[in-house]
């Protein structure tokens, strides 16, 4: 079960859990392997992320949670990709850095819109 206090989201894939987590390593991974020039810009980007973007943040999210992950991998794993997402957006969401729809920020910057109220672990 993920420590929601930690701001860690769990994935659940072929049967497995997987726990992710939002660490400055992984935001250094995820700016590296986006190529972006700095954390104003993940918002933006996951917006309008492609399947390999969502992989590369998903396997950064996936080492901070202290699992051995490529971007190839996450590609591979077993799972729904709602499931996936919501998981990303839930790990973005309690270490602070989403938005929420009842109004305490504004809803236009969010990683992953649509994706409020989802859960996933």
């Given amino acids: 079960m993920p420590n929601r ?3 860690e989201a769990e994935l659940i894939a072929g049967g497995k859990s997987f ?8 935001l250094a991974e995820i700016e590296d ?5 700095d954390l104003g810009q993940i918002a933006p980007r996951l917006k309008r992320a492609r399947a390999g973007d ?3 943040v998903a396997a950064a999210l996936m080492r901070g949670g202290g699992h051995e992950a490529t971007p190839a991998e996450v ?3 077993p799972c729904d ?3 996936l997402i919501a998981a990303v ?4 969401d309690r270490a602070g850095l989403s938005h929420h729809a009842n109004g305490t920020r504004e809803d236009s910057s969010a990683p992953f819109p649509g994706t ?5 672990g």
């Fill in 116 to 120: 409020a109220g989802c859960r996933s």
């Fill in 19 to 26: 726990r992710l987590l939002l660490t400055l390593g992984a």
């Fill in 89 to 92: 957006a839930l790990a973005f």
């Fill in 54 to 56: 969502l992989a590369v």
């Fill in 5 to 7: 206090i930690r701001g």
């Fill in 75 to 77: 590609l591979r794993l």
């Fill in 81 to 83: 990709l709602g499931a």
């Fill in 33 to 37: 392997g986006l190529g972006l020039e």
